[in-house]
């Protein structure tokens, strides 16, 4: 069975508006199955709502946030983990002092998606735009 080893030197890193996603396997890196990134997402960042049509898997290594998950919200901090259902919404808010680092993983090829079909007016270049469902570039 071939084992493949990515370098640091070699994850792939995406910066949006609220922190950088950096790829530390995938599909298009290291050839694996599941896809896993590093968030750091920036002190005060407020995340897009959003949804992605697969579970996801979330660990916070530092910092914190508040997770609007559908009608629920909840505080995370390091050491805690949150499955997140798939097509559930979605909204994350960082601790305003230290941001957060999360440890994230979600099958190969999960696309993301505006769960009511409408773009926010301040979305990124990268953000799915109306009713598209795209993979993301960190989980490609």
Known sequence: MPVSVVPNAECRRTETPNGVMTT??????????????????????????HAFDAEVLWTWLDGAAVVELGEERHEVAAGDTMVLPADVSRRMFADPVRGFVSIVTAPAGTKVYNPDGTSAPDACDLAPKGSERLVPPWVG
């Open 24 to 49: 530390l396997a995938s599909p298009t890196q290291g050839q694996a199955e599941q896809a896993v990134w590093r968030v750091d997402a920036r002190p005060g960042m407020e995340g897009p709502v």
